[in-house]
């Protein structure tokens, strides 16, 4: 299977490691938007989409380059994952408005994932921030577990 991952991780480094541990999963090559070659990407058997919580959106970078990918009729599996201080809204989670985008491209949105993490943001400033020691172990794994799903899930079959 061929993965790869886009990640825009730009306040602790949160988002990237929860990258990195389902690129372990997937065999996934991790790219910033910037770096992302859309080429690339529409080979790629599984595209992950992901990136810190601000003010209850995913990061600019991360949607406005989903936003100039070309639209596709071809099977392009993908997901979707987050981290953030707070917890997500379940009538309103953070990675809706990204997953309908990537649906309107022609992608096949296989699930998303989002887990707490080390945020600062303002109100939170005063007293060293919240979620310090996250995303942890536990989150790592639960990040894992997901991989694993889509890995088997879009492994080849003989």
Not at 40 to 69: I, K, N, W
Not at 87 to 115: A, M
Request: glycine share 10%; aromatic share 8%; hydrophobic share 40%.
């Amino acid at each position: 299977m061929n993965a790869v991952i886009v990640c825009a991780s730009v306040s602790h480094g949160n988002t990237r490691r929860v990258a990195e541990s389902m690129a372990e999963v997937l065999g996934a090559k991790v790219v910033a938007p910037e770096q992302a070659d859309p080429a690339e990407l529409a080979g790629a058997d599984l595209v992950g989409f992901g990136s810190g919580v601000f003010y209850s959106r995913l990061h600019p970078r991360l949607t406005e380059f989903a936003r100039t990918l070309p639209h596709s009729s071809g099977r392009r599996g993908a997901f979707v994952f987050a981290t953030s201080g707070l917890p997500e809204i379940p009538l309103v989670p953070f990675t809706r408005p990204l997953i309908r985008l990537l649906e309107g491209k022609g992608f096949e949105v296989d699930g998303s994932f989002s887990c707490r993490a080390f945020d600062t943001w303002a109100p939170f400033r005063p007293v060293g921030g919240i979620n310090k020691q996250r995303p942890n172990a536990g989150d790592l794994a639960a990040a894992q577990a997901f991989a694993e799903r889509l890995r088997v899930r879009h492994e080849p079959t003989s």
